[in-house]
Structure formats: structure tokens, C-alpha cells
């Protein structure tokens, strides 16, 4: 089983930047891709963005040009991979709980994964 912990959210003012961290742990050896998703207040949690472990990232629509992943998939001594989200010229909208997540590619674009974080709140707001 992965356990997994976000980290980095908080209250930023419109325009203003973050960068989310997530670290993934345990069964991490069959993990392909993360992703980070959010949810907001009365809405179905949404994939924001993905990066597989070539690489190849993903973003919705809503986000693209504004938000960034990243991953450090090096499975270092401590058995841990790490995925960023930075995210720059935020917006009211934009306001949710995050969560990141890790398993294959199909799992991740589908969202249909048992086990998440307690996730992390960001809320944009002057």
C-alpha cells in the first residue's frame, strides 16, 4: 500500500505563487505516474496534472500555462518519490483541497485509487 503526504498549501493572494510537495511511500515500486488533483467546496474532486515516470506531463485546461509538476522518481535509500506542484498566477478559482496520488497511468488519469492523503488547502483570496 502507498502512503502518501501533501505539504505546501496555504492562503496566497491572487496573482501570487505556491508549490505543493508530495511524498509517496510503501509500495512505491509498481508506481508509474502521480498526479495531483483538487477539490473544492461542492464539486467532484479533478485531475489538475500528471507526470509519468518518463516524464511526460498532463495538465487541465484550466491550469495550463500556470501550473507546473515535477518529480524526483530516484526511489532513493529511503524508498520515497516526490512530486511538486508549483503553481504561479493564481486565481480565486483555484481555491481547493489538494491531493496528490501514485499508481499507474490509467489509475492516475481516472482518479479510481483507494488510499490518498489528507491533502493540503489552498485558498486564493485578497
Known amino acids: 500500500q502507498v502512503q502518501l503526504v501533501e505539504s505546501g498549501g496555504g492562503l496566497v493572494q491572487p496573482g501570487g505563487s505556491l508549490r505543493l510537495s508530495c511524498t509517496a511511500s510503501?509500495?512505491?515500486?509498481?508506481?508509474?505516474?502521480m498526479g495531483w488533483y483538487r477539490q473544492s467546496a461542492g464539486k467532484q474532486r479533478e485531475l489538475v496534472a500528471s507526470?509519468?515516470?518518463?516524464?511526460?506531463?498532463?495538465?487541465?485546461?484550466?491550469v495550463k500555462g500556470r501550473f507546473t509538476i515535477s518529480r524526483d522518481n530516484a526511489k532513493n535509500a529511503k524508498n520515497t518519490d516526490t512530486a511538486y506542484l508549483q503553481m504561479n498566477n493564481l486565481k480565486p478559482e483555484d481555491t481547493a483541497v489538494y491531493y496528490c496520488?501514485?499508481?499507474?497511468?490509467?489509475?492516475?488519469?481516472?482518479?479510481?485509487?483507494?488510499?490518498w492523503g489528507q491533502g493540503t488547502l489552498v485558498n486564493v483570496s485578497s
Open positions: 496520488n501514485a499508481g499507474s497511468d490509467y489509475e492516475i488519469v481516472m482518479g479510481n485509487l483507494e488510499v
Open positions: 510503501g509500495s512505491i515500486v509498481s508506481v508509474n505516474a
Open positions: 507526470i509519468t515516470a518518463g516524464g511526460y506531463t498532463n495538465y487541465a485546461g484550466s
